[in-house]
Nanobody, 126 residues
Framework: QVQLVESGGGLVQTGGSLRLSCAAS????????MAWFRQAPGKEREAVAG????????SYADSVKGRFTISRDNAKNTVYLRMNSLKPEDTAVYYC???????????????????WGQGTQVTVSS
């Protein structure tokens, strides 16, 4: 069992920055991959970024490449999402997810992930 708790969301103006955190507990954090997803009102949940167990491999959605950075600190059992140059279309509830099982360390489909946090709201005003 893995418990995930996100924090760091809030209201920011266009062009601003936020850093989301996701604290994990319950299993050896360094043994599984993590990802961030987001879901805007009326839209499906979409993958934003993923990171493998060591932090040595990352993947990003095209819409956030060059603006968002995913990282992890295995000593603190925490994964981060640094978001720069935020746009109104980044407004969504952001979720972290843990992938313990399956083949590849990364998937952009939410069914591939085994545990989810409760989400944190990010609102970007224009």
């Amino acid at each position: 069992q893995v418990q995930l708790v996100e924090s760091g969301g809030g209201l920011v103006q266009t062009g601003g920055s936020l850093r989301l955190s996701c604290a994990a507990s319950g299993r050896t954090f360094s043994s599984y991959a993590m990802a961030w997803f987001r879901q805007a009102p009326g839209k499906e949940r979409e993958a934003v970024a993923g990171i493998n167990w060591s932090g040595g491999s990352t993947s990003y959605a095209d819409s956030v490449k060059g603006r968002f950075t995913i990282s992890r600190d295995n000593a603190k059992n925490t994964v981060y999402l640094r978001m720069n140059s935020l746009k109104p279309e980044d407004t969504a509830v952001y979720y972290c997810a843990a992938k313990l099982y399956g083949g590849s360390w990364y998937s952009d489909t939410n069914v591939a992930y085994d545990y989810w946090g409760q989400g944190t709201q990010v609102t970007v005003s224009s």
